[in-house]
């Protein structure tokens, strides 16, 4: 694949009906692309796509209906979030890592792109280099993280064993329209969904943690750089590549909407900073992260106003 | 846990009957420990055991059973041997990862230290500096490392977030006594039986491709310093240090017993260099690997002969 041309095959989006493929088939359809979306719930009605399916992935024929005609698989698992417990989240990798190897199955008959969505905030865990690029040691401290990073080799074993034509993203920490706080999904959801409905915001320990918050846009933006990526690199880190603390975005949402604030103890599975080296996804997908983390929160908070008052 | 005295406890064994358990109890009972061992299938009868069960540690109340009285679980899994098919292995890495959760909780509701039998020779895959420390990032390329590294993860998360006691041994290619060449579990074992039995010696490729070759009984001793680890350490890499090829595998077994070879065409799942780092084992666990190569090809063939003509 040496370009993505809309006319070249529909794309196919799995897990498309969350906070990364609500924005990602907005982003898609927008650029002209035939769409195929597959999840098992909608955020908002499926619109403007060549085929949308409700249903499981799991479900035997799903994918295969899913991918006719497709040039790619974008594979937006569903599954627990980063804070969910040990016991659901160890039982989510396990359906999650049952899939992959029918996923390969698919992409390599078909000869389709596989972009798998990993987690560049969780699968480095601790002690790395800040910012992180993407040849660190992976040690995560999740099960979240552990159960991203074993798809992610899964997967790759299928690229080099049987020639999977696999991309690899590893998103830091996505935030932006359809990020909705009540799913405990991110902070910015949450804190700025309080703040409109005049609750207190949170916050846990000193606020020192760091994070690389990531305008949605820009993933998408690197998503569909992604699939028409031609060099040799297989895994990209996905971020701002900058660091913000919560004390910061707190600072930063309080000139937009004051809101009292709660303080908590800290989380202990939070690593104190996540900041990824996002050089790599410049220069080799000549992609570059747009939004800074004030007119990211702006934009947000413009769309939650729009949509809490119609 | 400061020290390991035979009179604190039972020493479990998990995945006993096979070639590295059969060792492991043998040498666990002559250094005056009580053994508890669990396995589906015995290599030989068990022997001089305070407990023996015959079953499979899914089974519900098996490894509460086979702990029972125990200061510490060595777990090393059946399953898959790295040559096995891409399909079977992802299966097998289920089943493993469908436990981890279990034998975490077994292992902290009674402050059990857990030793995990990994895999040096498979969870580094390629691309990494020779010789390999602990350190390195791990991209494993055959479905047998994925699953090795997702089992090392799990179990790390659970010693992160809730405490386990874990030790990971990340052992290279063991060879010796009990690892028999007809299961397909290591090249040693094969060629040997094969020059024993007037047979031919099939080599894979030009001979140049080095592997980390460790004497089972080097291997025995790191897992009984290890169960008395008390540093903050939690990987070691159990190897000889040294990397041999094929071709001098070759020529030191045809020093010993004459045989004619047969060239086959390189797999293409290997790495080309395999060779583990050991010296963060020798410096924490006290423990240095004591058999050459010539000399365990040596005692191996002696087993093999006096196995074969009793």
């Not at 220069?283 to 702006?298: D, F, K, T, Y």
């Amino acid at each position: 694949m040496t370009g993505l041309h809309p006319g070249d095959g529909s794309i196919a989006v799995a897990g498309a009906g969350g906070f990364i493929g609500t924005n990602l088939l907005r982003g898609l359809t927008a650029r002209g692309h035939r769409v195929h979306a597959l999840s098992r719930s909608w955020m908002v009605p499926p619109e403007g796509l060549a085929l949308a399916l409700d249903g499981d992935a799991g479900t035997p024929g799903v994918l295969e209906l899913l991918v006719e005609g497709c040039q790619a698989l974008v594979y937006l698992p569903h599954g627990s979030l980063p804070g969910t417990d040990l016991q659901t989240a160890g039982q989510d990798m396990l359906k999650g890592l049952a899939l992959a190897s029918r996923i390969a199955d698919i992409c390599v008959e078909r000869s389709l792109r596989l972009v798998y969505a990993s987690s560049g905030g969780t699968v480095y865990g601790s002690d790395v280099a800040v910012p992180t690029s993407e040849d660190a040691a992976c040690n995560p401290i999740t099960m979240y993280g552990a159960g991203k990073l074993a798809m992610e080799n899964v997967l790759r074993v299928h690229a080099w064993q049987r020639g999977l034509d696999l991309r690899i993203l590893r998103i830091s920490n996505p935030y932006g329209p359809w990020q909705l706080g009540r799913k405990g999904q991110g902070v910015i959801g949450t804190w700025l969904e309080r703040a409109l409905a005049g609750g207190a915001i949170e916050i846990w320990g000193d606020g020192s943690v760091v994070r690389d918050y990531v305008y949605i846009d820009d993933v998408v933006a690197a998503m569909h750089a992604v699939l028409s990526h031609a060099g040799p690199e297989r895994i990209f880190n996905i971020g701002s590549g900058d660091g913000t603390s919560l004390r910061e975005i707190l600072d930063l949402i309080q000139a937009l909407c004051p809101v009292d604030v709660v303080h908590r103890a800290a989380r202990p599975v939070d690593v104190p900073v996540s900041v990824l080296d996002v050089s790599l996804a410049r220069a080799a997908l000549g992609w570059c992260p747009q939004v800074s983390i004030r007119e990211g929160l702006c934009r947000t908070l413009e769309w939650l106003q729009h949509r809490s008052s119609p």
